[in-house]
């Protein structure tokens, strides 16, 4: 089968893999479409989303619509006369018009095992759940939130030192490589949609600062989920007084002792000892309020942590 022209509509980092992908193989990337510039950080500096940075750097057009479901962009997708659209992480549903357009349909790389986890933070949910494996699905997509066809899954473990970032970098890889694999099986006629059990299916949906706020009557385990399921973003946290820190790379410490949930059990360079509903976690890096994430024994050296405090 001849070159494919392949519009490809993504926007965050988690897409450029796959992007890159689709410009090793055999197949024409006629264009990318990505949501528009945002202001980020203190300054609000307006600054354009990493699959933009990448397209441009290869020279390809981008198209950045603040609207996707009006005539006039549909005119700009039809100018490049794509055979089929591939999206990783745009983050907006896509109209039926949109979806129907290209003679071959559209395909999302999503970062799940589909039915399990449709929606916007597959990736954090697996982790908050404590799920053992997690993979990409290679969908047919259609009009609902992440509904359609099965094409092509991929398995991929998760393991007890993993965060959000780096399942999001492990996936990137994957769905990149799978979605090849994928199109070369659809040249082939070899590529049958899956009809999903929507019996099976689970919600994903986008987190919010307010998760992470620990209580730390759970157990040390679901609170081990958590801290890596919303590391880097939003990130778990705690308060002591009045001054909020940020906890990362936590581990499970097998303790009887009986201290409330919440107390400091012990602080030096390994980490902090925390007491919790069941077990104790041990906090080995922390971003205390206005400063940088760094390991608990650099907090250490300018904070000061006394067992018996309590984090609220």
């Not at 993504?10 to 528009?36: K, S």
């Not at 400063?291 to 024994?297: E, F, H, I, L």
Request: net charge positive; charged share 25%.
């Amino acid at each position: 089968m001849k070159s494919l022209r392949i519009l490809f509509m993504g926007t965050p980092d988690f897409a450029v893999p796959t992007l890159q992908a689709l410009l090793d193989g055999p197949d024409t990337v006629v264009g990318v479409v990505c949501q528009p510039d945002r202001k980020k950080g203190r300054g609000k500096k307006l600054l354009p989303p990493p699959i933009k940075t990448k397209a441009l750097a290869v020279g390809l057009p981008v198209l950045q619509p603040k609207n996707i479901r009006t005539d006039a962009f549909l005119e700009e997708v039809r100018a490049l006369a794509p055979d089929l659209i591939i999206v990783a992480a745009y983050g907006k549903i896509l109209p039926g018009s949109l979806l129907n357009f290209p003679p071959m349909g559209t395909i999302n790389v999503h970062g799940s095992l589909l039915p399990k986890y449709r929606g916007a933070a597959p990736i954090q949910w697996a982790l908050i759940n404590g799920d053992k494996e997690t993979g990409v699905t290679i969908m047919q997509m259609d009009v609902g939130m992440d509904t359609g066809n099965i094409l092509l899954p991929a398995k991929l473990p998760i393991t007890d030192t993993d965060t959000a970032g780096t399942l999001f970098e492990k996936l990137a890889r994957l769905g990149g490589k799978t979605l090849l694999e994928a199109l070369a099986l659809l040249k082939e006629g070899k590529l049958k949609g899956i009809k999903q059990d929507d019996t099976l299916a689970t919600e994903a949906p986008m987190l919010t600062k307010e998760q992470g706020h620990i209580d730390w009557n759970r157990p040390a385990r679901e609170l081990h989920c958590l801290i890596r399921g919303l590391d880097p973003w939003p990130s778990a946290y705690g308060f002591l007084g009045t001054k909020r820190f940020r906890f990362f790379s936590p581990e499970v410490v097998a303790y009887d002792g009986r201290e409330t949930p919440s107390t400091i059990c012990k602080a030096d360079k390994q980490g902090l000892l925390i007491a919790t509903g069941q077990d104790a976690l041990l906090i080995r890096e922390i971003q205390p309020e206005g400063k940088k994430r760094m390991t608990v024994a650099a907090c250490l050296c300018g904070t000061s942590f006394s067992v018996g405090d309590r984090f609220t």
